[in-house]
């Protein structure tokens, strides 16, 4: 996957439609706040955003299993913004699940219960 993403790119990259909870952060990484997607693509996503923002504005995106990605809004209309990243993602990486933590390791040991009158 290249590098960078130019405009015709852009475009043309198969959307997936989906919602997903996104973090927006200001370019200096301040926090905006919350985000919802609706279509995610290597090169960027639609978004319902009820921040005032403008139109290239830089920003970055926090994106379940990526992480931060840098990103331009390239429109906003209606309560919706569109964000075209400076570096493709794997937007499949977006949608696997996320994995709880493992279990508490103790170093107590546990057997099978026992049965009665097995004793």
Not at 5 to 17: E, F, K, L, P, Q
Not at 48 to 56: K, R, S, V, W
């Amino acid at each position: 996957m290249p590098d960078t993403i130019d405009d015709t790119s852009r475009r043309r990259a198969v959307r997936d439609s989906l919602f997903m909870a996104i973090d927006l952060l200001a370019q200096d990484r301040s926090p905006i706040g919350p985000a919802r997607v609706r279509n995610l693509s290597a090169t960027g996503l639609m978004a319902d955003c009820p921040y005032a923002l403008l139109d290239g504005e830089r920003l970055v995106v926090i994106l379940r299993g990526i992480g931060e990605v840098a990103a331009t809004i390239s429109w906003i209309a209606h309560g919706r913004i569109g964000l075209a990243f400076d570096r493709p993602i794997d937007p499949k990486a977006a949608r696997r699940p996320v994995m709880s933590a493992p279990p508490l390791q103790t170093g107590r040991t546990f057997s099978a219960p026992l049965r009665p009158g097995s004793r």
